[in-house]
């Protein structure tokens, strides 16, 4: 057997092999068709501090070029995540990162400070390419300024690695990367 052990943004994984925020929800839905142990690891689906419902259908179009999706992040909610889904996601064989979003930088600090106390998470991936509702609905991701912002207060309320996830809805996506690293983020994510 060949090693492919990695270590990415100070998390030690099994192979470089994770499955991606979004697309296996909470891992329940896979039980039955994965082996998490022969994974890297799991990005859970993101969360936020209050439940959210999503975008009414039809949330995906087929295009010419690939797919859309306006899914709008339908969640549990922190609360329901870390009584509901948390016991399950622990008791995987293999790494969990867990995705936050929030509304406001202080949403942020807050999520972050609340899984903190979990024991388990192998770092958390911040999903800034959701709206800042503070400043008008402008996405976090869209300016370097506010990117920073948001990563220094989840770096200010958590020892997790950090996981900046970033927007392709934006003209040099390097200035914000490089934004959020300075800011502290361990690793970026590219693209949502």
């Known amino acids: 057997m060949v090693d492919l052990s990695v270590d990415f943004a100070g998390v030690s994984l099994r192979n470089p092999v994770l499955l991606a925020s979004g697309t296996c929800n909470y891992g329940q839905e896979l039980l ?20 959210r419902g999503g975008n009414p259908p ?5 295009t010419a070029g690939g797919m859309l999706n306006a899914i709008g992040l339908q969640n549990p909610g922190l609360d329901d995540f870390i009584g509901e889904k ?17 509304f406001s930088i202080g949403e942020f600090g807050l999520m972050a400070s609340r899984l903190e106390a979990l024991q388990g998470i192998a770092a958390l991936e911040v999903n800034i390419s959701c709206p ?22 989840v770096k200010r309320c958590s020892r997790l690695p950090v996981i900046a996830k970033l927007t392709p809805n934006v003209t040099d996506i390097a200035e914000i990367a490089q934004a959020v690293v300075e800011a502290g983020a361990d690793a970026v994510s590219l693209i949502n």
């Open 58 to 62: 039809q949330r995906i179009i087929e």
């Open 132 to 153: 800042n509702v503070e400043a008008g609905g402008d996405n976090f991701a869209a300016r370097p300024e506010t990117a920073a912002a948001v990563i220094k207060e």
């Open 32 to 51: 039955q068709l994965t082996d998490f142990s022969r994974l890297g690891g799991l990005v859970t689906k993101t969360i936020t501090p209050q439940s």
């Open 86 to 102: 948390w016991s399950f996601l622990a008791g995987l064989d293999t790494k969990v990162i867990v995705n936050i979003a929030g």
